[in-house]
């Protein structure tokens, strides 16, 4: 199948909310922006979409703590502590989130920690990404090494059985 050569080269698009949309979904992610003050989130259309959050609904801390998974919930929050408490700049996790049809998907959340002049969090900045394709593809590879392994060890119990 050829390709259809463009006869124009279309003009750069500005940074803005277009360029930035277009980045999101190439890259499978969503920007965010939480006030760690008042628990506002301020997020992009594709988070909204993501999370299934209309264009005028808000977007707190509660309501995003709701996403995680239950039994990502604590070990999330303890590692955002952490960072805190150490005044780390840069805060990296991976966990699992639910959307409002019940669908459990894997999110990798990067963030930057903005901080105080007395050290307290004030804001925090982010993109997060949907790994779940990758997960998925690593359970598989996973269970196919089980298999790979049973067998072999199959082929040996028969081997032994079969040649004392």
């Not at 209309?54 to 604590?74: E, G, L, V």
């Not at 019940?102 to 920690?113: F, K, L, N």
């Not at 590879?141 to 060890?153: D, F, P």
Request: glycine share 4%; net charge negative.
């Amino acid at each position: 199948m050829e390709r259809k050569i463009q006869q124009a080269v279309p003009k750069p698009l500005p940074l803005n909310d277009a360029w930035l949309h277009i980045a999101e979904r190439a890259s499978s992610g969503y920007l965010w922006e939480w006030d760690v003050q008042s628990g506002a989130i301020q997020c992009s259309d594709v988070c909204r979409e993501y999370y299934s959050f209309p264009p005028s609904a808000t977007f707190d801390r509660a309501t995003w703590h709701q996403r995680i998974h239950p039994d990502d919930r604590n070990a999330f929050h303890s590692a955002l502590a952490e960072a805190h408490l150490a005044q780390e700049p840069i805060l990296r996790r991976e966990f699992r989130s639910i959307s409002d049809a019940g669908d459990t998907r894997w999110v990798c959340s990067h963030a930057e920690i903005i901080y105080d002049q007395a050290g307290d969090p004030v804001r925090m900045c982010g993109i997060d990404i949907d790994v779940t394709p990758q997960r998925r593809a690593l359970e598989s590879l996973k269970r196919s090494e089980k298999l790979v392994l049973a067998g072999q060890i199959a082929a040996t119990v028969a081997h032994e059985i079969n040649n004392p």
